[in-house]
């Protein structure tokens, strides 16, 4: 049977629940435990996917297709190994399921309450993922704080589950704030013995305390949150401020969270974690040789969250070729076709990110031209890709009304069109082309060079694509169509093939990126970056020596 492990937070929102999860996963994993982790949003959303992502971030999407938090992104790269539909739960899809049931009239005329109903449906979510013995650990993240309304009930489900598993088969880690005071120059452990005062008023009682801290925790403070909080010393655990997520592991181990827990779920402690590559990868992106500046345009670059994989798949990539990437924010609402060299100087690649709406488009084109006759190397992802078709066909084809029918639905050359089965669709939620699929890669190509292959598979999140009446005109202009899903013949990837990269592809490499197995797009992209920057400060030094 499966043990539990739940990760609550306290005191205040965004203080790293989802990486302190990751972490402790990878840990237990590399002592060889079989673990998984899975989260729970009390938000009434059945899934992030119709969320604006200045609201919740990214929407990360699985390989079965399900639209779920990006913490699902976290724990995918910290442990290298797929999620799915079953590792994210919300509050709305709970309660879309309750309220399913009694329409059916499976509850047999009872009344429908929160406790049982609710609470023995988020418990069935629990367990479902440790039940067909795939997993020694699961690991439950609750979404939100201890003491919002929308989490009594995941609190009541836990309560439960502590009373009905046993003290060996369920632990708690709750997540807190110990805030330093610099005008007194002291750490305050209040905020924190109220969360679990809170916490235990709810009937839960933390095993373990981890303590976010700018600080470190002294020993003497330690104690004072042990006794205050009622947990054994050792099982308060100093989570100190570091420079990048990927040291945070590294930290819990120095901590010895990963044995606190598995003490205190009876399970063996011999074996040391076997972190051999993940050293190897920050010493890589600590040490870096190189340095590259990536643009990144995208319609909400002001918060970071919205493109989290990206950024995560620049990190993985840049360690794979030993360059530090550098990503600048670039609004393509202020591109024109006057300021785009001012707008781009500088740069050694261009990334057009994914998204959806009217928003900077012309701007959007008109950078990805600027890059395609500068052989300026070019990256474009999903809608990203779908616009380098739209340049290509403007100013190459010369068909200057050629747009996406998202855009211009009158266009007399949609190149981009909606999807076949998208068109009857009216209800927006999780209703896209989602998930994993294969796609076929043309021998010779720059696509089959990066991956090493002619068969791949990767993941989709869109309702519009190439247009394939078009094909035959793209081609004859030189437009490289290198890869089709084998089965509906769907363009997924476009090249050029004089140029030192230009390529755009219709899913999301970004959500397959792990430490472990960086995204090829990525490393080989990052890779042309640097070979471009390496000949422009070439060029840049020899100009000098003539002057």
Not at 64 to 87: I, M, V, W
Not at 117 to 136: A, F, P, Q, S, V
Not at 242 to 266: A, H
Not at 408 to 413: L, S, Y
């Amino acid at each position: 049977m499966a043990k539990y492990i739940f990760v609550t937070g306290g005191v205040t929102s965004s203080l790293g629940k989802g990486i302190i999860a990751a972490s402790l996963a990878k840990l237990l994993q590399a002592r060889g435990f079989r673990v998984t982790i899975q989260k729970f949003d009390p938000y009434i959303n059945v899934d992030p996917g119709t969320l604006n992502p200045y609201e919740h971030g990214e929407c990360y999407v699985t390989e079965d297709g399900a639209e779920t938090d990006l913490d699902l992104g976290h724990y995918e790269r910290f442990l290298n190994t797929p999620t799915s539909q079953a590792n994210n739960v919300t509050t709305g899809r709970i309660y879309q399921t309750v309220i399913n049931k009694e329409r059916e009239g499976a509850y047999l005329g009872k009344t429908v309450q929160v406790i049982p109903h609710i609470t023995d449906e988020i418990k069935r979510r629990i367990l479902l993922l440790g039940k067909d013995g795939k997993y020694d650990i699961v690991i439950t993240e609750l979404g939100g704080t201890v003491g919002d309304i929308e989490s009594l009930p995941y609190i009541e489900a836990v309560r439960q589950l502590q009373w009905e598993l046993g003290e060996e088969d369920c632990l708690v880690v709750h997540l807190t704030l110990i805030p330093y005071l610099r005008a007194a120059k002291e750490l305050k452990t209040k905020p924190t013995q109220h969360s679990v005062r809170l916490l235990s008023e709810y009937g839960v009682h933390p095993d373990i305390i981890v303590c976010r801290t700018e600080e470190p925790l002294y020993r003497d403070l330690k104690k004072k949150i042990a006794l205050f909080c009622n947990v054994q010393v050792d099982a308060v655990i100093e989570a100190n401020d570091v420079p990048t997520i990927y040291e945070v592991p590294l930290e819990m181990m120095r901590e010895k969270l990963d044995v606190s827990v598995l003490k205190r779920l009876g399970l063996p402690v011999e074996k040391e974690p076997e972190l051999v590559k993940w050293r190897e990868f920050l010493d890589k992106l600590k040490y870096p040789k190189t340095k590259v500046t990536i643009g990144l345009i995208g319609k909400y670059v002001e918060l970071q969250d919205a493109y989290k994989s990206i950024l995560e798949s620049f990190i993985h990539a840049g360690a794979q070729n030993e360059c530090k990437v550098v990503v600048q924010n670039i609004h393509s609402e202020h591109i024109t076709s006057e300021n785009v060299a001012e707008k781009l100087k500088g740069l050694d690649g261009l990334l057009v990110a994914p998204g959806f709406g009217h928003r900077g488009i012309e701007g959007k084109i008109v950078a990805i031209q600027y890059a395609r006759e500068n052989k300026l190397p070019f990256f474009g992802i999903c809608l990203g890709m779908q616009m380098s078709v739209v340049e290509y066909a403007r100013n190459v084809l010369g068909w200057k009304d050629a747009h996406s029918v998202e855009m211009n639905p009158d266009t007399a050359h949609p190149v981009i069109n909606l999807m076949e089965e998208q068109k009857k669709v009216t209800a927006k939620g999780g209703t896209m082309r989602l998930g994993a699929y294969a796609c076929e890669l043309v021998p010779g190509s720059k696509a089959a060079e990066i991956y090493g292959a002619t068969a791949i598979s990767e993941r989709h999140r869109h309702r519009y694509e190439f247009n394939s009446d078009f094909i035959q005109q793209f081609e004859d202009a030189g437009l490289v169509l290198s890869g089709k899903n084998p089965e509906s013949g769907l363009v997924e990837i476009v090249e050029l093939p004089n140029h030192p990269f230009f390529v755009g592809v219709q899913f999301h490499p970004e959500l397959k990126s792990t430490v472990e197995s960086p995204a090829p797009v990525f490393v080989s992209f990052v890779k042309a970056a640097k070979q471009y920057a390496e000949s422009k400060n070439g060029k840049t030094k020899l100009e000098e020596q003539i002057a």
